[in-house]
């Protein structure tokens, strides 16, 4: 029996799928086609290869702080997966991250076969996605590297490539010749009609020691830095930190870069086996449009959305009525508070927009108008000088840190449920259709006792609103004091 861990990278911001995908949420959590997030799919997916000779330990996520409870909240979601999390303080690429989880997987003393796997791609055949990845398993308790080629379909530029020798072997594997970079058009065109490439998918199955020893041979600094780093480790139920300051001085390098395009080139075997799955990394707009249900005029639509004398489009509606009018290769993405339009061909330069966003210090680059938080979420309806208007909702059983503002008061309207308010040195309860005042300078607390969720209104008023202006001074979610 092999034991298998699956690994999920879910670090990406995932910039190019702005305005859906942010800093506070980015893509692989969003639902862009089905009922799961990108990230519950993917986990879903290398959960699901269990075999008569596989077997599936506890699935590892390296994750970061700021989306560790988007990542708890999914992961509860799905039946049968029970799941760690690793906490990266500071993002260092991937390399440091699969170093981590391979000593997390290793810590009892086994050592797994890993399955790794970014938490923003779609696969539309999980059936041959299975197969691809038990023989992979198969190849890889031997000790070998083995990566998963996608068979491509087109000359695409935005993929790096992997050349193989063209032999297969016993579970259908080549032996790797090359990695390539994100070629130009006419070399992908040569790529493809030579039959010698396939596109890299990012995810490899190997040994955890088979990973820390090439590592070792390659990266010595980022493997040693790492090992320090989880030497002194701390844990909080199914958050598993790394040492911060030791996590700081690791050097930020790719798994690619770090060693798998080492390996050829030292006489070390990379195996690759073919996947033709229907996969896609949903690296830009254009490609969430060329997976989705098109219809006969090749448009995706979702939402509230219109459209006549329209093609080859993608409108995406998270609320309003969007409408298009004699319009073609298109995209065209609505939330409450950004729209995108840009020619679908150009869908990869969205990511300049986000930059322009950052140097301008705004902040729709980063949050939504609707903002997720461990308790639940809020949603800032209207703001003007000296006011804020928010939509609260608070989980069962939840509660909000216990905190004062110095620059603001607040006005509390519970639409439904009950709430728990504490303010100052009163407790007190507070119904549907009622309401309460917290002052300015007052030490309080939101609460959810009940068992239905918890929405109140909010207004706020003083001199200034911005989030910055809390301190806490009691957490259940281990958040620092601001």
Same mark, same amino acid.
């Given at each position: ?12 911001? /995932? $910039? ?37 000779? =596989? ?49 997390? !997987? ?6 797994? =076969? ?7 791609? $779609? ?14 398993? @198969? ?6 590297? =083995? ?9 695409? $530029? ?43 998918? /990012?995810?490899?199955?190997?040994? &955890? ?38 996590? @700081? ?10 060693? *798998?395009?080492?390996?050829? =080139? ?5 195996? *690759? ?71 679908? !061909? ?9 930059? *322009?966003?950052? #140097? ?37 059983? &939840? !509660? ?41 300078? #007052? *030490? ?27 301190? @806490? ?10």
């Amino acid at each position: 029996m092999i034991k298998v861990v699956p690994v999920v990278l879910c670090g990406g911001s /995932g $910039t190019r799928l702005w305005p859906l995908s942010r800093g506070g949420f980015p893509k692989q959590f969003l639902v862009l086609s089905g009922k799961d997030s990108l990230f519950q799919q993917a986990v879903q997916r290398v959960n699901d290869i269990a075999a008569q000779d =596989v077997q599936i330990g506890q699935t590892l996520i390296v994750t970061n702080e700021e989306h560790r409870f988007l990542a708890l909240d999914q992961l509860r979601e799905l039946k049968n997966v029970s799941a760690s999390l690793l906490l990266e303080p500071v993002g260092k690429n991937t390399a440091p991250a699969l170093t981590l989880a391979a000593l997390a !997987s290793m810590a009892e003393g086994d050592d797994p =076969v890993l399955v790794v796997t970014p938490a923003d791609q $779609t696969v539309g055949d999980p059936d041959a996605f299975r197969e691809a990845l038990r023989q992979s398993v @198969r190849v890889a308790q031997s000790g070998d590297i =083995v990566i998963l080629g996608v068979t491509p379909d087109r000359p695409e $530029t935005g993929y790096g490539y992997i050349r193989h020798d063209g032999a297969a072997g016993l579970y259908g594997e080549y032996t790797v010749r090359q990695f390539a970079e994100k070629p130009d058009v006419i070399t992908a065109r040569h790529y493809l009609d030579s039959g010698e490439y396939v596109w890299n998918s /990012g995810m490899f199955i190997l040994r &955890a020691s088979t990973w820390l020893k090439a590592l070792q041979q390659f990266r010595p600094d980022i493997a040693e830095t790492t090992q320090i780093s989880w030497q002194e480790r701390s844990t909080d139920a199914q958050f598993i930190r790394p040492a911060e300051a030791a996590f @700081r001085q690791i050097p930020a390098e790719s798994i690619d870069y770090a060693v *798998m395009e080492q390996c050829p =080139v030292s006489a070390l075997p990379i195996r *690759m086996i073919p996947l033709n799955a229907g996969w896609n990394d949903l690296g830009a707009w254009d490609a969430v449009w060329q997976t989705g249900n098109q219809d006969a005029q090749g448009n995706v639509c979702h939402g509230d959305v219109l459209q006549t004398d329209t093609g080859n489009s993608l409108i995406y509606s998270s609320g309003r009525l969007v409408s298009t009018v004699g319009v073609s290769n298109l995209i065209v993405i609505e939330t409450p508070d950004a729209v995108l339009v840009a020619d679908r !061909s150009r869908s990869q330069d969205v990511k300049a927009i986000v930059s *322009m966003l950052g #140097e301008q210090k705004r902040t729709e680059h980063t949050l939504h108008r609707k903002v997720h938080r461990p308790w639940g979420w809020y949603d800032s309806i209207d703001e003007e000088e000296r006011f804020k208007v928010k939509r609260i909702q608070v989980k069962p059983g &939840a !509660s909000l840190s216990l905190q004062k503002h110095h620059h603001r008061a607040e006005h509390w309207i519970v639409v439904r449920g009950t709430a728990e308010v504490t303010c100052g040195d009163k407790v007190s309860l507070v119904t549907e259709n009622q309401s309460t005042y917290i002052p300015l300078g #007052e *030490m309080h607390r939101l609460a959810n006792p009940g068992t239905i969720p918890l929405e109140i209104i909010e207004v706020q008023s003083g001199s200034y609103l911005g989030e910055d202006d809390i301190v @806490r001074f009691d957490d259940f979610y281990g958040r620092t004091k601001k």
